[in-house]
């Protein structure tokens, strides 16, 4: 649309001290790492744009988000002060298209409307490219610097920040294979899950992502299991059911922030109602802000110890 | 069939004589009580809100006095609620017991309609007609009730003596045996509520209301009889919901309710755009009302990690000082303790007093 894009920085120490400082206690990681990232754009931008993710599906029996990206704009408006103009950006598929998102969006930002047709399609382009790259196995921000270039061509999103990463080290020759089932935004958020795939690589595993499953795979898999009306957690179920019936998989992870709610009920989902004799090892890594590295290296390398003696053992 | 349900308020008093009208063997657990929450808790899921816990526990002591069915509304909603019982029936599954579920909103209405053609004596439509009847006139009968201790209470000579004619006259819709009998009891207890020998107040009585989570503001066992607790120490408290609004709330057949709900969500969209799932337009609504009503301060209850009431928490700020109203927030869980909450109530309540005098 013509506006110069400015990302914020990757998750680190200030910034998320930050937006544990400007939460609620008791709320999830993600909200407070989101707080984090908004309030270290608060003085280099102009116009904040905020995501209102309401519905990402038409479906004939509706399905929504999680209440707190529903309710995440009005959060911010309400509760950080000195941040900039914000405009939000309303995905509500069950009510209305993402075009007549995208023409509210060029009003709010004050761009001609005759320019919402084309850079919507080649926004579309753009996600259909790095959707591709996901399924490849390409983690998030790797698959966007491939897809963006830099970033997004303005030269601050795409640092190449894997010198800072943590776990960050020689991967020794993989001989198990772990699938990592939880929001993106956690699992890859390398600071708050302390580089996990890195780390369940340097340990010898082979990881995949549940971005990985098609998303036909996800609704066949979904059909033994209806009645969620959570889209995000229906992915999650659907890649677990996927996942702990394939015999190629030695273990699953779910991964998921601490006081999430929906992740609360889908967990013991998975875990009651998926889970059979024949799946491989599951376990739950929650994270918060207080969770330690060696926290994470504990439980990893019980669990991927765990899969090695139950393999020997057969 | 000997069916059960979750604690929640006096709604075990309606719902039954519900289920007893349509021929089943109604177990209620005993009133939750922190043995019940440790129950609960030691099965749930270790992150889930607390209100799941203290259902949860029910179900299990239910279970343990025999019961065969267990009943609990459910569905897809955008809050965890919707799939409570889903997920508790399972665990209690999974723990070893046998039982049938009843899971209203799941099932369609017509499974949970026929599942009674075996206890209705007669034509089951007449059964059911009856025994909708008999819902609604106990569920009045107890609300009105719960409103006029409600009013008696700062006003007692005598600390207490509300809150147990309340209780004698709950006794007694409860046991009430038709609709006659229901009338009757509720009469009589009226009667004895209007005859508890009031005092002036020593001074102006404080106006507190309260709002929050649904499960938190009208459960007794979560919020330690928050309602009484105020009331006894001479406070006017105005919760904005109620046993019988949530009872009749999705039943979309209560004219006023449904007003009052279209009419707190256009007050609250400034603060809150959209619907999130939970009481977050009665939380907004009822502190900006509070404020318009000339009332001292809110009570803001929820359980730990609340989504819906998380969001409110971060917005209330705003909210206290656009329409200049003090705001207790109080989070509970298993963890909470009476003297903790005894402590900050009487802070607030200094506080607003403090306030009242300037
Ligand atoms: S899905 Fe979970 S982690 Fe994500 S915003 Fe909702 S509660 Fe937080
Ligand atoms: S409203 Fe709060 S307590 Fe109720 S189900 Fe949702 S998160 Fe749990």
Redesign the interface.
């Known amino acids: 649309m013509g506006t110069e894009v400015v990302l914020s920085s990757p998750t680190g120490d200030s910034l998320l001290e930050n937006g544990v400082r400007h939460c609620v206690d008791d709320i999830c990681v993600p909200v407070k790492l989101f707080y984090g990232h908004v309030l270290d754009l608060a003085e280099r931008c102009d116009v904040l744009f905020v995501s209102r993710l309401v519905s990402v599906e038409k479906a004939e029996v509706a399905t929504y988000t999680c209440p707190k990206l529903i309710g995440l704009p009005d959060m911010v408006k309400s509760s950080i002060e000195g941040i900039p103009r914000m405009v939000e950006f309303v995905v509500d598929l069950q009510e209305h298209s993402i075009r007549s998102s995208a023409k509210r969006l060029a009003t709010a930002l004050g761009v001609p409307q005759p320019r919402v047709r084309s850079s919507l399609a080649e926004a579309e382009l753009v996600q259909a490219a790095y959707d591709e790259k996901l399924l490849a196995g390409v983690e998030p921000e790797e698959a966007m610097r491939q897809v963006l270039g830099n970033g997004n061509g303005t030269g601050n999103g795409g640092k190449d920040s894997s010198a800072r990463k943590p776990g960050a080290g020689r991967a020794r020759k993989p001989d198990i294979k772990i699938a990592l089932v939880g929001h993106e935004y956690l699992i890859h958020d390398h600071y708050i899950s302390h580089n996990l795939p890195a780390k369940l690589k340097r340990f010898g595993a082979d990881v995949t992502y549940m971005t990985q499953v098609p998303i036909e795979v996800i609704e066949s898999e979904l059909a033994r299991y209806p009645g969620i009306s959570w889209s995000y957690e229906k992915e999650l179920l659907g890649a677990a059911s996927h996942f702990l019936g394939r015999s190629d998989i030695d273990g699953v992870i779910i991964v998921m922030g601490f006081a999430c709610g929906p992740d609360s009920i889908i967990s013991e989902i998975i875990t009651r109602e998926v889970v059979t004799e024949a799946s491989p090892p599951l376990t739950t890594l929650v994270l918060d802000e207080h969770t330690g590295e060696a926290g994470v290296d504990t439980r990893v390398e019980a669990f991927v110890d765990l899969i090695r003696r139950s393999r020997n053992r057969s | 069939m000997k069916v059960s349900f979750p604690h929640m308020g006096n709604a075990y008093i309606p719902l039954s004589s519900l289920l007893s009208n349509l021929g089943a063997e109604v177990i209620v657990p005993p009133r939750p009580t922190r043995k019940t929450i440790d129950m609960g808790a030691l099965h749930a ?5 607390l209100p799941f816990k203290v259902n949860l526990g029910d179900n299990l002591r239910a279970l343990q006095m025999g019961s065969d069915t267990l009943a609990m509304v459910s569905g ?5 609620f ?2 409570y019982g ?2 508790q029936h ?2 209690l599954r ?1 723990v070893g017991f046998e039982f049938d579920s009843i899971l209203l909103g ?1 099932e369609g209405l017509g499974t949970v309609y026929n599942k009674f053609r075996d206890t209705v004596e007669g034509s089951l439509l007449r059964g059911w007609a009856h025994a909708v009847r008999s819902f609604k006139h106990k569920a009045e009968a107890m609300d009105a009730l719960e409103m006029a201790a409600r009013k008696v209470r700062p006003f007692e000579r005598e600390r207490g003596s509300a809150s147990s004619v309340l209780a004698d006259g709950l006794a007694g819709v409860h046991q009430a045996q038709t609709i006659k009998a229901t009338d009757a009891a509720l009469r009589e207890a009226l009667g004895v509520m209007d005859s508890i020998e009031t005092e002036p107040p020593a001074r102006e009585p404080l106006d507190i209301a309260v709002v929050g989570e649904i499960y938190a503001v009208l459960e007794p066992a979560l919020n330690f009889d928050i309602e009484r607790k105020l009331g006894e120490m001479g406070i006017i408290v105005h919760p904005v919901m109620s046993v019988y609004k949530w009872l009749f709330r999705p039943l979309k057949i209560d004219p006023s309710i449904l007003v009052d709900e279209r009419l707190a969500r256009r007050i609250a969209k400034p ?8 009481e ?1 337009h009665q939380t907004i609504t009822g502190t900006i009302r509070a404020a318009r009503h000339g009332y001292d301060g809110v009570i803001h209850l929820y359980p ?2 609340c ?2 009431e ?2 409110c ?3 209330l ?2 909210v206290e000082s656009e329409f200049d109203i003090p705001v207790l927030n109080l ?1 509970l869980d298993e963890h909470a303790s009476p003297a903790g909450m005894a402590t900050r109530l009487e802070a607030f309540v200094d506080l607003l007093r403090e306030r009242r005098r300037r």
């Open positions: 899921p270790e992150f889930v809100c897809m909603w955008a809050c965890r919707g799939y889903r997920v399972q665990i999974d799941r603060y809150i755009a959209y619907v999130l799932g939970g977050e730990f990690t989504m819906p998380n969001i928490r971060t917005i700020p705003r989070c």
